[in-house]
């Protein structure tokens, strides 16, 4: 069966510092991967996702991810953090079989320093 | 384009009510689920529908049924609401592995 873990809980940055999201997952096969963002009230909204191909991937609002087959993990980067950037972040891995299994990390609640 | 739509933004029910919480997508989607956020818990899958006139269990379906009215609507029913089940409810579509587009949420607390 498909995990997903995101082991850091809370990150606290400063504003303009780069920023690296951690994410590791456990399956059989070659995943389907995303990173979602959480503003405070809101749901989700997609950032990134990874199918297949070239292992580094550009999402919105200047994120990137790069799937690391090696070490099963697609970690969230961004060079600069705004404030703006201040929300909590999901990894999730799909599987390629089957449109419902498809499972979320505990999410990363990212504070950012003015 | 509204995308994800549900209702009501928040609820609070008293033991053994029941409701049911409305979602509506416009992107003609086939695929449909219901999610519950608890803290620490990230996000469980409640049910889904894969497609219209389906349905099927996701982790955490006890307590809950749905209906898949059409393509566009999909709905979830507490038949009798337990305090377990305070959550934020998010309802999301999606078309193949495109990731999924969520709603805004319903708060539900139940006393």
């Known amino acids: 069966a498909q995990s997903v873990t995101q082991p850091d809980i809370h990150i606290t940055v400063s504003e303009g510092a780069s920023l690296e999201l951690r994410c590791n997952y456990s399956y059989g096969a070659t995943p389907y991967l995303f990173w979602y963002v959480q503003s405070p009230g809101q749901g989700l909204q997609l950032l990134l996702k990874y199918f297949s191909g070239d292992t580094l991937v550009q999402g919105i609002k200047g994120f990137e991810a790069e799937f690391k087959r090696s070490q099963s993990s697609f970690n969230l980067r961004k060079p600069s953090v705004h404030w703006s950037d201040a929300a909590e972040y999901f990894c999730a891995v799909g599987t390629t079989s089957g449109t419902y299994k498809y499972i979320f990390g505990t999410g990363t609640r990212l504070k950012v320093l003015a | 384009n509204a995308g994800v739509t549900q209702t009501p933004k928040f609820q609070v029910l008293k033991t053994g009510q029941s409701m049911t919480l409305q979602c509506a997508q416009d992107m003609n989607h086939n695929s449909m689920y219901w999610y519950r956020q608890d803290p620490g818990m990230g996000l469980r899958l409640i049910y889904y529908?894969?497609?219209?006139?389906?349905?099927d269990k996701g982790e955490v379906p006890n307590g809950y049924n749905v209906s898949r009215l059409n393509k566009r609507e999909f709905s979830l029913r507490l038949e009798s609401a337990a305090p377990s089940q305070t959550s934020v409810y998010f309802c999301?579509?999606?078309?193949?592995?495109?990731?999924?587009?969520f709603g805004p949420g319903t708060r539900l607390t139940v006393t």
């Open positions: 529908s894969a497609s219209e006139g389906t349905t």
């Open positions: 999301a579509s999606s078309e193949a592995q495109r990731g999924r587009d």
